[in-house]
């Protein structure tokens, strides 16, 4: 509970460094006056958007900071009209069907140094119906985030058929929309797409899984207030919804203009039925207005992402080598133990153990069709347990991680057959299944589920004595839509209540063992979302690791989520997805761009491949601070061109690193333009190295050199870059 701090005067206008939210209140509501750049006086704002023209007489704005189906709202004659697109709409116990808000109070409550937040409560007219609606604006980062808690005291069930944490319309924001977001399934995640908005048009994002949330669409949209989107220029509303659950996000453009905005978790079997006296808390939406176009938005959200959301935001990520393509299911101790020397011998300082270490007897985990739920070491494949393990690790240096499932289970295993009503599953009728022939999600709504995973995990945790990393993974998504937990009536909560369980499954065990590091994974980058970030150190982008399409994937991740939490890794040739050969350069260069890694066995390197990765990893050692803690610049789009480019700048702007891949480049094209880098300071200059060097520089005389920022800025960089899989990466050092 926040300490109130004072009672808000009206009008009010909740700042960041650079941006406001200005509100005001008219009647019993509070109301949205003005969201962008900051003003000097707040009455400005609000005096100009009352006095904009608006002839809208059906889907007219609705400016109240929580919207409601049914509300009533005035117009200038008299007359009086009924809002039919609500963040919010139930059914009260009563039958009723509408929300009539009035605020009963706002203020200001006490929150961490650099944070300004604001409440407000909210209460039917006439219903022991309440809301309470937070925006917490983070100044530094330019982002505000916001999300409400419903109650109520009816006689009877309320149930909810929207529950939006975001609902605002913007009325005089822009007059052209485009609106820009990403999609994806397996081993082609985050393929990025914008299209103009058209008046009248509404566009409707969401996920269906139940689980891989960031499939399907990314819960995270980018709209240009003013076509059409640019890299550097115009302005941007960015938003992401932190729910990895079911969700739906929706903009539309009106005949007038406004720009309407809803996100919020989405009710795929019915209304969500809320109990009298249960706190519903529904998930973060964050947004931010960037006047530098999308980069600027992108680097808010960053900021934010590192300072302020995700738990170990601020701490450089471990170079690590999964086991995974190097052995999959097939391993024993001597083959971990092989690939640890390697790991050591490439400059890793993380070992982790994939899929197959668990199970035992008729449940050993040897392929994807059982074990799933038993999380115990096996023996046969480990008889010396994960205790020696962690100890060969740590002898050579390295830590250790394992690869856990803890959502899902086998209907092969001790867990499912032991209690087959654990299992997420409709009554009378059949089991549907997923991988293996035999996986299944588990009931997270249970608290006996949750309870049970958390002992074993927690137990394999202790045991090993020593763990330092989880990469937690989920494969499927929701194949029955019911619960031997839930009763009749709240049936269709199971898609809430599921992910609520989940967090706070993984919740609990962070704070029973703090010095884990988790890695979010589902089916590859199914978990690419702020939901799981606020629990997860990082995720996996793809099971894809080819580098030419990890170059798309990567920026498409990147344009919401810091590199930081982007897993890439150096993967063998031909890649096991794609089948295609590229360079091992290449294949380093690209994994650059994000946490680097391994997915391999070393002992399939030759001494020269291994040279070039020793030296690679020292050289993104000393760089990954400004990599993975720095301002991303997106330079060159592989959407539009034979090459991309991007670049890192820490935040004193003395370190850069740019990356170059050559993607479609056909022989004979002559040199790509000069790049014109950002982010530096005009009056420095900024000596030029390259790194992961081959054969020939691709700066030639400029190798070495110190230039100004303001020349490296508007004349641009030369480079040379050759066909298709050449790349470079460049270091600067202001002097």
């Not at 009672?7 to 939210?21: C, K, R, V």
Request: aromatic share 10%; proline share 4%.
């Amino acid at each position: 509970m926040n300490e109130k701090l004072s009672s808000l005067p009206s009008p009010y206008a909740l700042t960041t460094d650079n941006t406001e939210l200005v509100f005001v209140k008219k009647d019993a509501l509070w109301r949205v006056a003005h969201y962008g750049e900051r003003s000097n006086v707040a009455a400005d704002a609000v005096l100009l958007t009352e006095c904009r023209y608006n002839a809208e007489s059906f889907g007219r704005a609705t400016l109240e900071t929580y919207p409601s189906f049914g509300a009533d709202y005035g117009d200038n004659d008299g007359q009086m009209g009924m809002c039919k697109y609500g963040a919010i709409q139930a059914q009260h116990a009563d039958g009723n069907t509408t929300i009539q808000w009035r605020c009963a109070d706002a203020w200001l409550a006490a929150d961490e140094e650099g944070v300004e937040h604001v409440v407000f409560d909210l209460e039917d007219t006439t219903r022991p119906f309440r809301a309470r609606q937070h925006f917490r604006a983070v100044k530094a980062a330019d982002v505000i985030e916001t999300w409400v808690e419903l109650e109520h005291d009816e006689p009877a069930p309320v149930r909810l058929s929207i529950m939006d944490s975001f609902g605002l319309d913007f009325a005089n924001i822009g007059t052209e929309f485009e609106v820009l977001s990403v999609c994806g399934q397996w081993a082609c995640e985050a393929v990025q797409d914008s299209t103009r908005l058209a008046r009248g048009q509404r566009i409707d994002l969401g996920s269906r899984s139940g689980v891989r949330d960031a499939w399907e669409n990314n819960p995270a949209v980018m709209v240009s207030l003013g076509c059409p989107l640019d890299e550097d220029r115009g302005t941007v509303f960015a938003g992401a919804l932190a729910w990895p659950g079911a969700w739906e996000i929706s903009v539309q453009h009106t005949l007038h203009h406004t720009l309407r905005v809803r996100a919020g978790a989405a009710n795929l079997s019915g209304a969500y039925v809320l109990d009298a006296g249960k706190r519903l808390t529904l998930p973060k939406f964050i947004f931010t207005y960037s006047t530098q176009g999308m980069g600027g938005a992108s680097r808010a959200l960053h900021r934010w992402a590192r300072g302020w959301h995700l738990p170990h935001g601020k701490v450089v990520r471990d170079v690590l080598l999964n086991s995974w393509e190097g052995a999959y299911f097939d391993f024993t101790e001597k083959t971990l133990t092989d690939m640890m020397d390697g790991t050591a011998k490439l400059g890793g300082e993380l070992f982790v153990i994939d899929d197959g270490w668990f199970g035992r007897g008729a449940h050993a985990r040897n392929d994807d069709t059982c074990g799933l739920g038993d999380w115990i070491w096996n023996e046969e494949k480990l008889p010396k347990g994960l205790a020696y393990l962690v100890k060969e690790a740590n002898a050579r240096g390295l830590k250790l991680g394992l690869w856990f499932e803890p959502e899902m289970a086998n209907t092969a295993s001790d867990l499912a057959e032991a209690h087959p009503d654990w299992i997420i599953r409709e009554k009378n009728r059949p089991l549907r299944v997923g991988r293996g022939k035999s996986q299944v999600v588990l009931d997270m709504s249970n608290p006996a589920v949750r309870d049970a995973i958390f002992d074993q995990v927690d137990a394999v945790i202790r045991s090993a004595n020593g763990l330092s990393y989880i990469k937690w993974d989920a494969n499927a998504d929701f194949m029955n839509a019911g619960s031997t937990y839930l009763d009749a009536d709240h049936q269709a909560n199971i898609w809430f209540d599921y992910t609520v369980g989940v967090m706070e499954l993984i919740a609990r065990l962070r704070v029973a063992h703090p010095e884990i590091v988790y890695q979010a994974c589902s089916s590859g980058g199914a978990h690419a979302d702020y939901g799981w970030l606020a629990y997860a150190d990082e995720f996996w982008g793809s099971d894809n690791s080819c580098a030419q399409q990890r170059v798309f994937i990567q920026w498409g991740e990147e344009l919401f989520y810091p590199a930081c939490c982007v897993a890439s890794h150096v993967t063998v040739s031909p890649n096991h997805q794609t089948h295609r050969t590229s360079p091992l350069k290449f294949r380093f260069d690209v994994a650059f761009s994000g946490r680097l890694g391994f997915e391999l066995h070393p002992k399939g390197m030759t001494e020269e491949e291994i040279r070039f990765c020793t030296d690679a990893v020292e050289s993104y050692k000393r760089l990954r601070t400004t990599i993975q803690q720095g301002d991303l610049y997106r330079l060159v789009s592989p959407y539009k061109n034979d090459h991309a480019a991007l670049m890192f700048v820490s935040a004193d702007r003395r370190k850069a690193v740019v990356c170059v891949y050559g993607m479609a480049r056909l022989a004979m094209q002559g040199n790509p333009a000069p790049l014109h880098l950002r982010g530096l300071y005009p009056n420095l200059r900024y000596r030029i190295t390259e790194i992961n060097k081959a054969a020939e520089s691709h700066i030639g005389p400029l190798e070495g050199k110190a230039f100004g920022g303001d020349a490296l800025m508007t004349q641009g960089l030369p480079f040379t870059l050759g066909n298709e899989d050449d790349s470079l990466v460049l270091e600067l050092t202001a002097e």
